[in-house]
Nanobody, 121 residues
């Protein structure tokens, strides 16, 4: 089993910053792509950013230039630095990971429980 636990959410004013962290644990041989997704009230879950095990990143257009995703393969963590936050960034942020449990067994699309980010004055 793979567990993902997010932390770092909270209430911040527009223009402020937050840093989210996600730690993976459980039976893990290797973690492939990790990412952050978010879901605003009444909307579908959307991609925020992803990062491969080699460090290649991908961002939603709405966060490019403001957010930065990073990971520590040794610690099995992925972080999301969010700067210049806007009210439209408000939502429940979820960590996601594709995990290799053993040489031949994979566990795709693992999700954390989410951490709330609220951007409001």
């Amino acid at each position: 089993q793979v567990q993902l636990v997010e932390s770092g959410g909270g209430l911040v004013q527009p223009g402020g910053s937050l840093r989210l962290s996600c730690a993976a644990s459980g039976t893990i041989f290797r973690i492939n792509t990790m990412g952050w997704y978010r879901q605003a009230p009444g909307k579908e879950r959307e991609l925020v950013a992803t990062i491969t095990s080699g460090g290649l990143t991908n961002y939603a257009d709405s966060v490019k230039g403001r957010f930065a995703i990073s990971r520590d393969n040794g610690k099995k963590t992925v972080d999301l630095q969010m700067n210049n936050l806007k009210s439209t960034d408000t939502g429940l942020y979820y960590c996601n990971a594709d995990v290799q449990i053993s040489e031949r067994v994979y566990s795709y699309n693992n999700w954390g429980q989410g951490t709330q980010v609220t951007v409001s004055s």
